[in-house]
């Protein structure tokens, strides 16, 4: 069993549609980040949270961390919102979940 | 603020030829990260540095892998013979060590090095 499990794995959504990515760790943790990958390669940090809530735009990070658990929300998706999603613990040693394909089409 | 450079971006070589990567990281981090990510698998930490010193290598395949950070700035990640499992995309990433106070330590990603061998 991997210590960083994200689900779903792929997710399709129209545009528009109200996305959750879940993620869900084994191990005690200082931080947790939800970064986004493009097909390109490049990694973008999006959140790195503690606790609670935090929001940027369209995109909305919380976290429990007495379940041992975080979630991703997008609102009001775009194509552009295409991209891997991906989970990683830690704050320097990073422990990487396997990432969420996200198809937004039009 | 420029981030972190990465080059080539792409390469295709053989099997057993050697190949190189290159890394800048963002001015003023002091801690480097190799990571390697196979397709479909999240990435995996090759090395990390903390200015020209080595702070965790453990899953760096020492046979064929070797990385340096000579002066504390840039970093070189090389394979020799690459083998067709070395296949992925090779992220470097930077930090700050000492981040100012009640901020979280974050990691800045590159673009990558996509790596196929054929």
């Known amino acids: 069993k991997n210590e960083v499990e994200q689900s779903p794995q792929n997710l399709t959504a129209q545009e528009g549609e109200f996305i959750t990515i879940n993620c869900s760790y084994s191990v005690g943790i200082s931080a947790l980040h939800w970064l986004q990958q493009h097909p390109g390669g490049g990694i973008v940090s999006l959140f790195m949270l503690s606790s609670g809530k935090k929001k940027h735009g369209r995109l909305i990070a919380t976290i429990n961390i007495q379940e041992k658990h975080s979630s991703l929300h997008i609102t009001a998706s775009h194509p552009r919102d295409s991209a891997v999603y991906i989970c990683a613990v830690g704050t320097d040693k990073l422990i990487f979940g396997t990432g969420t394909r996200l198809q937004v089409f039009p | 603020e420029a981030g972190v450079a990465q080059s080539p971006r792409y390469k295709i070589i053989e099997k057993r030829q050697s190949v190189a990567f290159w890394c800048n990281p963002i001015?003023?981090?002091?801690?480097l990260y190799w990571y390697q990510q196979i397709l479909g698998q999240g990435p995996k930490l090759l090395i990390q540095f903390q200015n020209n010193g080595v702070v965790d290598d453990s899953q760096l395949p020492k046979d064929r892998f070797s990385a340096e950070r000579l002066k504390g700035v840039d970093s070189t990640l090389k394979i020799q013979p690459a083998k067709l499992e070395d296949s992925a995309v090779y992220l470097c990433a930077s930090s700050l060590s000492n981040p100012p106070s009640g901020r979280m330590n974050e990691q800045y990603f590159g673009p990558g090095t996509r790596l196929t061998v054929t």
């Open positions: 001015s003023g981090h002091a801690t």
